[in-house]
C-alpha cells in the first residue's frame, strides 16, 4: 500500500511500489528500539543518530543523541523520511 504524502493517508488501491511510501513497509520497518540515521547533506544534519521510542501507523517517535527534546515524524513527511535510514 502506498502512503498519498499529499493527504496523509495510505491509498488503498495501490498495490505496493517498494518506495518511501509504502505503509506497510515503513511501520514494519522501524520498530521500538531501533537506530536510525538522518543525512540530508546540511552542516549539522549529517548522520545524525536517533533512537526510535515508539512506532504507530502513521509515524514514529524518536530521541537524536544531540538534542533533549523528542521528535515525532509521520510516514508523510518526505522532508524527514528522504533522508532517514536504519543505522548498521
Not at 495501490?14 to 509504502?22: F, I, K, L, P
Request: proline share 2%.
Amino acid at each position: 500500500m502506498k502512503y498519498n504524502h499529499e493527504f496523509g493517508e495510505c491509498d488503498p488501491n495501490d498495490q505496493g511500489t517498494g518506495t518511501v511510501g509504502d505503509c506497510a513497509k515503513l511501520s514494519g520497518e522501524f520498530k521500538k528500539g531501533a537506530k536510525i540515521v538522518y543525512n540530508d547533506g546540511r552542516p549539522g544534519h549529517s548522520s545524525a543518530v536517533a533512537s526510535v521510542l515508539c512506532v504507530d501507523n502513521k509515524g514514529m517517535m524518536v530521541h537524536f543523541e544531540d538534542r533533549a527534546d523528542t521528535t515525532y515524524i509521520t510516514f508523510a513527511e518526505r522532508r524527514w523520511m528522504d533522508y532517514i535510514e536504519l543505522a548498521d
